[in-house]
């Protein structure tokens, strides 16, 4: 690279060839130039050159020398930017003129040989699609840790009873291992939108050079084949156009994000002092520089954030593409900052997550005295008029609320009023109505498929260890 300003601004006019006589403005220069942001797609940008390469010689539109001379010079930026010692110029723009003004050093004339048949359109877009795969691949890896963590408590914990809740009211006793596998089966949603996703993106733009294809006799199934995609798009204005790939993602991305922040929320009631369900160690907790007591859940309170940013990113992406039309405008090059912010906060939140899932330790003794409020098996009452007395649901739900009424004037839980007190409500009720009105009687009758009997936990778990294959 060259080092003064005047050098770099020749070197990106000689890019343009003829057309342009001068430099552009400086403000110009700064709000065009890309390379401080998508010099993280190097690796791509030259995995990318070096298939074009292979193929153009493959084809004889280039000779095999000037190929082979091309792939020794790739090799050696790559390994120049790796080693830090590649400089970047923002007067060349982008990663692609940045590699190739390099590649001309190196070279000489056959550089200028690796552009035929292809566009920055192009190239820039198949860059994005190789990133982005590889994002994906390593997100997918990250949640299954993450489900991992959520099954393992599950099956270590399917015994231990907590108030399950509905508008955060006590509603009926559920197991911690339920309520783990709760967010072990979101997560398996999540990674089902992932691998949609990249289903749909792994199709390669590579050869539909600006936007009309090429007149060269050029072979996109072998690039294609070469990148590791199932096939090359099918339409060369949509090849250099279609960001959807990214909306489809970033949307996947956001309620994904939206799933963690509902799993932190949790963690953050859970470890509160008006709860005390769970305990955090240091590893995911701060303190205050003025309160030395405190032990402040701030992992999980970033993780709760994250959707911010994430979902941001969907919308500033959909922002942009909504009222371009066919095929690449500039607007297009908007498009990398949000994913690839979204990307990083992503796999932040997910790494996070799944430390505090394996963390954390929930205090059964605790969660089993939460129990003790909120008349937790109201429905197993109601449950049993309908069971043992054939009553109508409804009606057996209007005498259990009368019921909770009384236990509530009295000041206890419904399994410590006496049996007079319950049949002065409805004569019918026997001794046997205490055999469902603890809660550890209520858990164990929920035997339905999905249900949170410990035995339905373990078998659960099991299963998802084998479907998610975790």
Not at 59 to 83: C, F, N, V
Not at 219 to 244: E, I
Not at 356 to 377: C, H, I, N, Q
């Amino acid at each position: 690279m060259t080092d003064t300003k005047g050098n770099e601004k020749s070197a990106a006019n000689a890019m343009w060839g003829g057309r342009f006589s001068a430099g552009p403005a400086e403000i110009m220069e700064k709000i065009n130039a890309s390379i401080d942001f998508d010099k993280r797609l190097y690796a791509q940008d030259i995995q990318g050159s070096k298939a074009h390469a292979e193929m153009l010689a493959k084809q004889g539109i280039i000779s095999s020398e000037d190929a082979a001379q091309i792939l020794k010079g790739l090799d050696q930026i790559k390994g120049e930017i790796e080693a830090g010692t590649f400089t970047f110029s923002r007067a060349l723009e982008d990663i692609h003129m940045n590699v190739e003004a390099r590649l001309r050093e190196i070279i000489g004339d056959p550089a200028g040989r690796l552009h035929t048949a292809r566009s920055r359109n192009d190239q820039v877009i198949t860059d994005v699609r190789l990133w982005l795969r590889d994002a994906v691949d390593g997100i997918d890896t990250r949640l299954a840790a993450l489900q991992n963590a959520l099954i393992t408590q599950a099956e270590q914990h399917a015994d231990v009873v907590m108030p399950g809740y509905t508008h955060l009211q006590t509603a009926q006793p559920v197991t911690w291992g339920h309520h783990m596998l709760a967010y072990a089966e979101m997560v398996g949603r999540d990674r089902g939108r992932l691998a949609d996703c990249r289903k749909r993106m792994n199709e390669c733009p590579l050869g539909s050079a600006a936007l009309a294809g090429t007149s060269f006799p050029i072979d996109r199934f072998a690039t294609a084949k070469a990148l590791g995609f199932d096939r090359p798009m099918a339409n060369s204005m949509d090849g250099v156009s279609a960001r959807d790939f990214i909306m489809e993602f970033l949307a996947a991305a956001s309620i994904m994000a939206v799933h963690l922040s509902r799993l932190a929320e949790e963690i953050v009631i859970w470890a509160s002092d008006r709860f005390r369900f769970v305990e955090l160690t240091d590893a995911f907790t701060t303190g205050s520089s003025i309160m030395p007591q405190k032990r402040n859940p701030d992992a999980a309170e970033l993780v709760r954030a994250k959707p911010g940013r994430i979902i941001g990113s969907l919308v500033s992406i959909l922002t942009v593409m909504k009222g371009l039309p066919m095929t690449f405008a500039k607007d297009m090059q908007e498009d990398k900052e949000p994913l690839f912010d979204a990307v990083e906060n992503l796999i932040l939140a997910i790494e996070a997550s799944a430390g505090m899932v394996a963390d954390m330790k929930p205090r059964p003794d605790v969660l089993r005295a939460a129990l003790s409020a909120g008349f937790p098996t109201a429905t197993d009452l109601a449950d049993w008029l309908v069971r043992v007395l054939g009553m109508p649901f409804r009606n057996a739900h209007h005498v259990t609320g009368s019921i909770v009424a009384l236990a509530e004037k009295k000041g206890v839980d419904i399994a410590e009023l006496s049996l007079e007190e319950l049949q002065s409500v409805e004569s019918a009720i026997t001794q046997d109505i205490y055999s469902v009105l603890s809660p550890e009687a209520s858990i164990q009758s929920r035997t339905s498929f999905g249900g949170t009997a410990p035995g339905n936990v373990r078998a659960a778990a099991a299963e998802a260890r084998k479907r998610f294959a975790v």
